[in-house]
């Protein structure tokens, strides 16, 4: 008992010794916790590594998507041209520098030889269209912004034997012994003939037309090709260019007529329907067949329509009595006329080309109603041909009647309701058997008829007497009555021309 009650500490001691031991052993206690720490740390720093990433890769994806909307995706070739980025713009300055850049060096194995153009060998090339294929290569999904696929885009081109042939003759073979096949074209004025051709020396082109297939493929680039001779009939017989040329004809026949759907309208142009339809001679077998050009349908109606067909409102100008009555319309409204969406159109024109089919053909159009703008004037003259007078209102109140004398027999002044519009102090008037200088107070107000002094024609105003002594048309006045007409009745005056015209003098 002594010995455990001396021991004091110590048991106490051992105890806390051994509880810190088995903590230890056990793993338990703050430096536990700091070694499990170390273990988590790098799984936790790879999931965020790897969350980071996928925010990337889905920021980035979307990041190309819209900068490629309008532009060619990566992978998107032009022959052998990357034109990845490219906007429209550039794209067609590399479409036109491939084109420009692609030749065919012909040689005939006799020691000449030439390089040709696309121009020279009649390759129509579409720029715009080709430059429609690129921006929409690939596709407007997941794919196109794919960096490891590749698409290739040719040119959009059309060629015609007629061409290639006229080139290669007229470079290879001397005008003695070419054989040239019978055509047809436009005479400039309204119709398509028949041109004969004759037999002769030919060059061999199916190796230059395999360049140029080439080259629509891959352009840009410099293509070798050897031609051959040989001896032949006119290629394309007289008889089949004149029956294509009245199958020219009969399209030409057919009216194409575009109207916004108002007050203008037009007619295509003979001329211009002509140069629509592009003859496309095959040398191999002798024929002519007719194309319908329809880009060039589009340019040219993407150019006139909206010049010829858009309006502008144009309010209506009526001259009305105290009661409202329309009088007279100064200016005859017009609705304004603003055309729209031309490609159901250009289709349409292109549709009754192809069917030789007349056409009436209504472009889409927003259209304004003119407004109408009403006055009342406040001086009325009113000429009664038969008593041969003027009599003057203001505010349909009567102030002033003067005798006059109008036109002569062949010559009366014209009946109708008209506004004085042109005025002169003084004027030589002319005519076809007269001139008269120094006509004072003239006030017009049917193109040459109109209010003046004449102070050479006292009896006919003195009279009433137009069937002796009339005018040329004009209502002939004492001076001092043509000058108070002339300063009290200004422009917009309304003139009324009434009254059976008398065989005598009536006064």
């Known amino acids: 008992m002594n010995d455990v009650i001396n021991s004091g500490g110590e048991p106490e001691a051992l105890t806390s010794e051994l509880s810190q031991a088995d903590i230890a052993a056990l793993g338990i206690g703050t430096h536990g916790k700091h070694e499990h720490s170390k273990h988590r740390l790098p799984i936790i720093i790879a999931a965020v590594a790897f969350v980071v990433l996928i925010v990337a890769l889905v920021a980035a994806y979307f990041g190309a998507q ?27 300055q590399t479409v036109d520098r491939e084109v420009s850049d692609s030749k065919v060096l012909i040689s005939d194995g006799q020691g000449k030889k030439t390089t040709a153009s696309f121009k020279d060998l009649g390759v129509n090339v579409d720029v715009n269209k080709t430059v429609q294929d690129l921006l929409a290569a690939k596709g407007n999904g997941a794919g196109r912004v794919a960096p490891f696929s590749q698409s290739d885009v040719k040119l959009v081109a059309t060629t015609s034997d007629m061409p290639i042939n006229t080139y290669l003759t007229n470079t290879f073979v001397k005008d003695n012994d070419k054989a040239v096949p019978s055509s047809i074209a436009f005479d400039g004025n309204n119709a398509f003939v028949a041109k004969a051709g004759h037999g002769g020396r030919s060059p061999e082109m199916s190796g230059v037309k395999r360049s140029i297939d080439t080259l629509i493929a891959n352009p840009g680039q410099v293509q070798t090709a050897k031609i051959t001779y040989k001896t032949i009939d006119a290629p394309i017989s007289q008889s089949t260019a004149e029956t294509a040329a009245a199958s020219a004809n009969k399209l030409l026949a057919n009216k194409i007529v575009i109207n916004n759907g108002d007050a203008r309208k ?18 191999e077998k002798g024929t002519i067949s007719l194309d319908i050009d329809k880009n060039a349908i589009t340019n040219y109606l993407n150019a006139e329509i909206p010049g010829k067909l858009n309006q502008d409102m144009v309010s209506q100008q009526d001259i009305i009595d105290s009661t ?14 603003k055309v729209k969406d031309f490609n159901p159109v250009i289709d349409q024109v292109y549709n009754a080309l192809t069917d030789s089919q007349p056409a009436n053909i209504q472009v889409a159009a927003d259209v304004t109603k003119f407004d109408v703008k009403q006055t009342k004037p406040q001086m009325r003259l009113v000429v009664d041909r038969a008593s041969q007078t ?77 069937a002796g002594h009339g005018s040329h048309g004009c209502v002939n006045m004492n001076v001092s009555d043509a000058k108070w007409i002339f300063d009290n009745c200004p422009q917009g005056s309304l003139v009324q021309v009434v009254g059976n015209q008398p065989s005598g003098p009536v006064r």
């Not at 037009?266 to 003859?279: D, M």
């Not at 409202?324 to 006329?337: D, E, F, I, R, Y």
Request: charged share 10%.
């Open 266 to 283: 037009f007619e295509v142009p003979v001329g211009q329907l002509a140069s629509w339809i592009k003859p496309n001679a095959n040398l």
């Open 66 to 92: 819209f900068y490629y909307k309008d532009k060619a995706a990566p992978g998107v070739h032009l022959g052998n041209v990357a034109v990845a980025g490219q906007s429209t713009a550039q794209l067609k």
């Open 390 to 466: 003027v009599t003057v209102y203001k505010d349909d109140q009567q102030v002033q009647s003067f005798p006059v004398c109008t036109g002569k027999p062949g010559h009366e002044t014209s009946l109708g309701t008209y506004v004085i519009n042109v005025r002169y102090t003084t004027q030589t008037m002319r005519g076809e058997d007269y001139v008269t200088p120094n006509v004072q107070w003239v006030s017009y107000f049917n193109g040459g008829q109109g209010f003046h002094g004449a102070p050479w024609n006292p009896t006919g105003i003195g009279t009433g007497d137009p």
């Open 324 to 337: 409202g009555n329309v009088l007279l319309t100064m200016t005859k409204g017009v609705n304004g006329v």
